[in-house]
């Protein structure tokens, strides 16, 4: 049992408040391998705690007349500072792809391609030199906005409604463009050693986008280096040692792409007419976990266990669904109104136990899942799409998602409590690598919130930005 003390934030002109509290969530207990071969299980339905409050954290309504005056004091200096103009805004498209009708596979082509030259020049752009303040709501005391030094740790990778692809340092500083052509609504997935980005990009092909994922290495003072090319909509994944990317290929199966090579090896066989997608490999490199799909919305979740890249093709037949297949374990299934939903399959530390997302009761909202020796629910209001709103700590015991409250954070034990709060749309939100901090996205904007609710901060030099993730590399 914990208590709590509270205040709240709100960030001008925005409507977002921050809760202050007290100790963070509590400690995991120690981990029991689970029994791979699970043929059946059955979800529990933990009485959730409330989310911890003394006091209701205020809802602010943002004021959209006059802009507030913000004083700032500058010296007088011979030249003038260089201004950070505002990205052009796009919206981004919102539409949602449904799983496709059995049709030819598309094929997957790695082509080599010549080391690529950066779309701009590689020298750094400088900084915003105006500082976002924030006032609370209790009094007219200005909090210092600058991004705290210890919360400049790894890289941000992020896109703006142009289309355009960047990456920068937590405090706004050291920032570059990648790409000019990222896919609004796609995703950013950096490799775990924080020096390679997968991203998706739209070309436009005849009249038409054509999506593909892209592989870029990101070295430090380096021009971006061309990797791989992988003609796939579906979602990709990387291998812990940051050498290899895995994907799937609708109504043909999962593949392994070895980035030194350029080779792909196909490792597991879809069955006719279903999908199978969302590969992730624990952080041992032996279990490949996936999702199968049946009949568009009927979803299976298996583990091939012990996983082994050199070993034949993968196969399952009806015994996988019965949980009886010999090679991979049913973990968990059931349905999702949302015809064949991306999952993001978050591994823990210890390489056994994960947590996962489904939205299967309405657009509006999703709920996550702890699978340890057996499924738990951990919480069903996070905003959709879930795969999107929900993140796990490096340390592997919290999560934190998107909410219609705010921000908000849930412990493996079920604890939760909000971190922030307002009338602007949060979302997106992900832990920094030392689980210290957490970004998020508001008004097209990204905020940094300390773990316990305090310290609100916005990141400069980041305007029009319609998604983002948080590296662990220098």
């Known amino acids: 049992m914990f208590r709590t003390s509270r205040s709240s934030l709100t960030l001008a002109g925005l409507g977002i408040a921050i809760a202050v509290a007290g100790p963070a969530c509590g400690a995991t207990a120690p981990f029991v391998p689970p029994v791979v071969t699970v043929v059946s299980l059955e979800r529990q339905t933990p009485t959730k705690t409330p989310i911890a409050v003394d006091t209701p954290i205020p809802t602010l309504t943002a004021s959209r007349t006059p802009t507030p005056t913000v004083t700032q004091t500058h010296t007088p200096v ?3 500072a260089p201004t950070v103009t505002k990205m052009p805004l796009v919206a981004p498209t919102s539409e949602r792809t449904a799983t496709p009708s059995p049709t030819p596979a598309p ?3 790695e082509t080599r391609e010549p080391t690529q030259t950066a779309v701009p020049s590689p020298t750094e752009l400088p900084a915003a030199t105006a500082t976002a303040t924030f006032v609370p709501t209790a009094t007219a005391t200005v909090v210092p906005a600058e991004v705290p030094p210890e919360a400049v740790v790894g890289r941000i990778a992020f896109v703006t409604g142009d289309g355009r692809l960047w990456t920068m340092k937590p405090d706004g500083t050291s920032m570059r463009s990648v790409a000019s052509n990222a896919y609004l609504d796609g995703s950013l997935v950096w490799s775990p050693d924080g020096i390679r980005l997968a991203y998706q990009e739209s070309k436009i092909v005849g009249s038409a986008p054509r999506l593909a994922w892209r592989v870029v290495e990101l070295e430090e003072k380096s021009a971006p280096r061309f990797l791989a090319r992988i003609e796939t909509t579906e979602d990709l994944s990387w291998s812990p040692d940051s050498d290899r990317v895995l994907y799937s290929l609708p109504f043909d199966g ?16 879809s069955v006719a007419d279903t999908v199978d997608k969302s590969p992730m490999l624990s952080p041992r490199d032996n279990r490949l976990l996936f999702v199968h799909f049946e009949r568009g919305v009927d979803y299976y979740i298996g583990m091939v266990k012990p996983f082994r890249e050199d070993d034949d093709t993968y ?57 340890d020796d057996g499924v738990k629910e951990l919480t069903d209001d996070v905003n959709a799409p879930v795969e999107d709103n929900a993140d796990l700590s490096n340390s592997g015991d919290r999560i934190v998602y998107a909410s219609p409250e705010g921000i908000a954070m849930v412990d493996v034990a079920g604890s939760r409590k909000l971190l922030t ?19 998020f996205l508001a008004d097209e904007r990204i905020f940094l919130v300390q773990a316990d609710g305090s310290g609100l901060v916005q990141v400069p030099g980041a305007e029009g930005v319609v998604s983002f993730d948080w590296s662990d590399g220098s």
């Open 107 to 109: 094929t997957a082509t």
């Open 254 to 269: 999962i593949y392994s792409l070895e980035l030194r090579s350029k080779k792909s090896k196909k490792i597991l066989e």
């Open 421 to 439: 709060s307002g009338e602007s749309k949060q979302s997106r939100p992900r832990w920094s690598p030392d689980d210290r901090f957490v970004a």
């Open 315 to 371: 196969e399952y037949g009806g015994n996988f669904v019965a949980g009886t297949d010999r090679d991979i374990a049913l973990l968990d299934s059931g349905a999702t109104l949302r015809s064949g939903q991306p999952f993001r399959f978050q591994w823990r530390p210890d390489g056994k136990s994960f947590v996962y997302g489904t939205e299967s009761n309405d657009d509006a909202v999703g709920r996550v899942f702890l699978y």
């Open 78 to 80: 011979p030249t003038l």
